[in-house]
């Protein structure tokens, strides 16, 4: 039984590049979710997928932000030209959700960014 | 933003001890959902309480649910050095048109042994 896998755990950047994540779901889940948390914070939601239909993003997300999930499989989350103010950890999740509502939610281990 | 604001933000108790996180939110809910995570993990969940339900236990956890006074407790019983993690409450709430689960600033738990 698999969980939630991101990669890569950790990521160190220049200011500047660009920066991609990967994160594989449960197989049977339907729902994908991007947080992004920093030191003794909750965790911000950024956006989340109902298969591959992108349903919601936040406004935290500027536009050097983008997220796939082609075939509704795996997701990706690309940080064009990253500035400090992005270094934080971005967590994954994902859930079997048959309602609008959102019940429990699967989390990866997370990627830590740091953009020096 | 941030929807549910925990209580205490920090709380540092003896091993044995039964302790206590309050969280309070601001709109109407679906569900209510603690999780737990430790130093640079990602979140484990708890427990959920659904908005018609008042109380619900899982082991020694304990959550009750005032959808009145729009708040939450958590309560872990005789409480263990692997108890020590932050808890965050999440809600499940519809905000800017989409269903989204939003989470508190969290509590973070120290049991000393």
């Known amino acids: 039984d698999t969980g939630v896998s991101q990669d890569p755990r950790h990521k160190i950047t220049k200011r500047g590049q660009n920066v991609t994540f990967r994160c594989d779901p449960i197989?049977?889940?339907?729902?994908l979710y991007w947080y992004r948390q920093t030191l003794g914070q909750g965790p911000e939601f950024l956006t989340y997928?109902?298969?591959?239909?992108?349903?919601?993003k936040s406004r935290l997300l500027s536009d050097r932000f983008s997220a796939e999930r082609p075939k509704g499989s795996f997701s990706t989350l690309e940080i064009q030209r990253t500035e400090q103010g992005d270094s934080a950890m971005y967590l994954c999740?994902?859930?079997?959700?048959?309602?609008?509502?959102?019940?429990?939610?699967?989390f990866g281990s997370g990627t830590q960014l740091s953009v020096l | 933003s941030q929807q549910g604001e925990e209580d205490p933000q920090a709380l540092s108790i003896q091993e044995g001890e039964n302790a206590t996180m309050n969280c309070s939110y601001k709109?109407?809910?679906?569900?209510l959902q603690w999780y737990r995570q430790n130093s640079g993990r990602g979140l484990v969940h708890l427990i959920l309480?659904?908005?018609?339900?008042r109380e619900k236990h899982s082991g020694r956890l304990r959550v009750t649910l005032d959808t009145s006074k729009k708040s939450s407790s958590l309560l872990i019983t005789a409480s263990r050095a692997a108890d020590t993690a932050s808890y965050f409450c999440?809600?499940?709430?519809?905000?800017?048109?989409?269903?989204?689960?939003?989470f508190g600033q969290g509590t973070r738990l120290t049991i000393n042994p």
């Open positions: 999440a809600t499940d709430e519809y905000r800017s048109g989409a269903q989204k689960l939003v």
């Open positions: 197989s049977e889940h339907n729902r």
């Open positions: 997928f109902q298969n591959e239909a992108q349903l919601e």
């Open positions: 999740a994902s859930s079997l959700a048959k309602t609008a509502t959102n019940e429990k939610l699967f």
């Open positions: 309480i659904r908005s018609n339900e």
């Open positions: 709109t109407s809910i679906n569900n």
